[in-house]
Each structure stands twice: as structure tokens, then as C-alpha cells.
């Protein structure tokens, strides 16, 4: 079973809109990572947030941590075609494992 | 490109067949994790190899086992295959500092392999 909830599970918009997608749990999480991963390859990592409350920015992509370091949140403004793929979060677990969520599928229109 | 390669990149087996993946690390890496993901889910941790020893092993029975090689590089062994084993799997290498309980490190994913399982 996840650990980490991914909301929502598919997100279809037009370029140049705004999104926020949210990773929910019910554990404390020292680090929280955000990964994007396309069709036929393996996660990219985005981002690694550590502090409770902390923002970080890349370029069109804002994360956060929530204060308890339960959830964060990826905000995309003005989403581009290039930024189609899926989103996926990630915790480290007591077994040296990295938990990983379903998942958002994003796809952006032209 | 994360420097981490896997093959094959595709492969088809019958059930109770036998399946061999491998794994080349990062240079500079000296851990390698497995994980399968399944279609429309995330990745699931299978085990860990540090320093060639597991270090750490998820929810997944005896029947998937796996080696490190003194160069870091890695095999993932499933036997038995079962239908529910085809996936993609994918191995992530990184380096850790210190044994388990060390510092979390940052993994770099290979492209994966999909196992097809008939």
C-alpha cells in the first residue's frame, strides 16, 4: 500500500493555465521528493524539500513542504506541452526505501 | 541522460519462466534499489544493494532476489514469474555515505525494462 496520496490522479488542461497538484499523508516525512517521469523512461528527480514550510522554485514550478512535513504541493504556472508527463512524489521509508505515490498524470494541450 | 543504464529494454516471458534484469550505476555510485512499478501506479520498492549486501528489502517474496557486483553493477533475479509480474522495473543507483540509517541520498533512475509476462 501507498503511503503518500496523490491528488488529483489525472489532470487535462490547456497550455498557459495554472495547476496544483498535492501529496497527502498521514506520516511525517523528513525529505519529500518530486519526480517527473515520461513515457518509456525512469523519474527524473525535481526537487528534494526538507524544512517544514519550505518553498522552493524551478523555474515555472513552485513546491512546498507543509509545516508538518505531511504534504506538499506542486504548483505549475502557465503550463506548457513540454511539461506532459507524470508527477510523482516520494518519501524515505525505514526500510532504505523511497515511498513513492500513484502519481498525477498531467497532460498539457496546445 | 542520469548515466544509469538497464537491459534489456524490453522483454516477454511465459509464466514459471525464469527473468534475469541488469543494472549499471552511475560512476561514483555504490548502491543500487529496485523498484517495479506497475501500470497506472508508482514504483514499489523491491531491495537495496550497498557494498554488494542487501540493504533493505520491501514487500515482495522470496522469488525475487538480486546480486551486486564488485564493480556496483546490479542483477535483479525473479523466478517463478506470475502474470502480476509484468511491470516496468526499474533500479535507481546513488551513493551512500553510511550504512542503513545513513543520510537519505538522491537516487538516479535508469530508463527501466518492461517485463511482459504471457
Known amino acids: 500500500t501507498q503511503l503518500l496520496e496523490q491528488s488529483p490522479q489525472f489532470l487535462s488542461i490547456q497550455e498557459g493555465e495554472n495547476l496544483t497538484v498535492y501529496c497527502n499523508s498521514s506520516?511525517?516525512?523528513?525529505?519529500l521528493q518530486w519526480y517527473r517521469q515520461e513515457p518509456g523512461e525512469g523519474p527524473v528527480l525535481l526537487v528534494t524539500?526538507?524544512?517544514?514550510?519550505e518553498v522552493k522554485k524551478l523555474k515555472r514550478l513552485t513546491f512546498q513542504f507543509g509545516d508538518a512535513r505531511k504534504d506538499s504541493s506542486l504548483h505549475i504556472t502557465a503550463a506548457q506541452p513540454g511539461d506532459t508527463g507524470l508527477y510523482l512524489c516520494?518519501?524515505?521509508?525505514?526500510?532504505?526505501?523511497?515511498?513513492f505515490g500513484a502519481g498525477t498524470r498531467l497532460t498539457v494541450k496546445p | 541522460e542520469t548515466g544509469v543504464t538497464q537491459s534489456p529494454t524490453h522483454l516477454i516471458k511465459t509464466r514459471g519462466q525464469q527473468v534475469t534484469l541488469r543494472c549499471s550505476s552511475q560512476?561514483?555510485?555504490?548502491?543500487v534499489s529496485w523498484y517495479q512499478q506497475a501500470l497506472g501506479q508508482g514504483p514499489q520498492f523491491i531491495f537495496q544493494?550497498?557494498?554488494?549486501?542487501?540493504?533493505g528489502r520491501g514487500n515482495f517474496p522470496p522469488r525475487f532476489s538480486g546480486l551486486q557486483f564488485p564493480n556496483y553493477s546490479s542483477e535483479l533475479n525473479v523466478n517463478a514469474l506470475e502474470l502480476d509480474d509484468s511491470a516496468l522495473y526499474l533500479c535507481?543507483?546513488?551513493?551512500?555515505?553510511?550504512?542503513?540509517?545513513?543520510?537519505?541520498?538522491?537516487?538516479?533512475f535508469g530508463p527501466g525494462t518492461r517485463l511482459l509476462v504471457l
Open positions: 524539500v526538507v524544512t517544514g514550510g
Open positions: 544493494y550497498y557494498r554488494e549486501e542487501e540493504n
Open positions: 535507481a543507483s546513488s551513493f551512500i555515505a553510511l550504512r542503513a540509517g545513513g543520510v537519505r541520498e538522491t537516487q538516479y
Open positions: 560512476s561514483g555510485h555504490n548502491t
Open positions: 506520516s511525517v516525512f523528513s525529505s
Open positions: 516520494a518519501g524515505g521509508g525505514n526500510n532504505n526505501d523511497m515511498r
